[in-house]
């Protein structure tokens, strides 16, 4: 069986998520108790599901410091699964409620949009470094679907994943990464004006930042240090390891060290590279 779980934050995007694994085919159940997991995987399992896809939010109340447990008993059975944590943040969280006029699942008299948020923080902590993390703040949905499509095509159990993710720092650093690299030190091609419509994609602003020994030198050091530390990653039984690098606008200078370093590392583990401002 194919297991896939989803948690984090009401408004982070769970339901998106959900509903491009049911269009790929997976039997999903939106708000399971954490409690019933290991019941519905044997019930399906002996329908000869294949695909299963289970959402699991704080309105599980007590039973969700429960998941770890039942997760190792999946993993004992020989389930593997695969989890995925969405968040955002607070900021982001009251924007989205405010213009949709939807009611928190938390919320209610006694409590503001703001306490209801922080209360589902505090509730789901417990399980939200159990997985992958994606931080959906200022991510258009498109963008959301095509990280779980890379999400769900990664096979469970298969070892650790190293992800290179770039940024722009006037848009916040996300939230989900593990490992961050500041490189808005270095030459930029935003005052080229034939580089500045260019992303780091293209080979022009490649050029320009390959011709600039500093830029070499950064690369270099960024991609020692990961290399020295992914064994004790890798020792800690981690799934992901996200690399962020951010320059001001997250368009030139992270976005090539971003591809650079994917390049670069694809021989020594699965690799993905994301770009958060590109994807909008």
């Known amino acids: 069986m194919e297991l896939v779980l989803i948690s984090g934050l009401s408004g982070s995007g769970k339901s998106v998520a959900l509903h491009l694994l049911e269009d790929a085919g997976y039997y999903c159940v939106d708000n399971l108790p954490v409690v019933m997991l290991t019941v519905l995987v044997g019930m399906l399992a002996e329908e000869k599901v294949r695909k299963v896809a289970v959402a699991i939010d704080a309105r599980s109340g007590g039973g969700i410091e429960l998941l770890p447990e039942k997760l190792k008993r999946l993993a004992d059975e020989g389930v593997r699964h695969n989890f995925l944590f969405l968040h955002a943040s607070a900021e982001t969280l009251l924007k989205r409620y405010s213009e949709t006029r939807r009611r928190h699942p938390l919320g209610g008299d006694e409590r503001t949009l703001a306490e209801a948020i922080e209360l589902e923080n505090a509730l789901l902590a417990p399980i939200s470094d159990l997985g992958h993390r994606i931080d959906t703040s200022n991510l258009k949905a498109n963008a959301l679907r095509e990280w779980i499509r890379q999400f769900i095509a990664d096979e469970p159990g298969q070892g650790l994943t190293l992800m290179f993710q770039s940024f722009g720092f006037k848009h916040g650093i996300p939230l989900d990464a593990d490992l961050v690299f500041d490189v808005r030190c270095l030459p930029n091609p935003h005052y ?40 004790s990653y890798v020792r800690d039984n981690r799934n992901y390891l996200t690399v962020a690098i951010g320059c ?17 590392f694809a021989g020594q583990a699965r690799v993905l590279v994301r770009h958060r401002t590109l994807a909008g």
């Open 192 to 231: 080229e004006p034939a580089l500045r419509p260019l992303t780091g994609r293209d080979r022009p602003v490649a050029e320009f930042l390959e011709g600039e020994p500093e830029v070499l030198r950064m690369r270099e050091d960024i991609a020692r240090f990961v290399a020295d530390w992914l064994p």
């Open 248 to 264: 001001t606008g997250g368009q030139h200078r992270s976005v090539y060290l971003a591809e650079a370093l994917g390049r670069r």
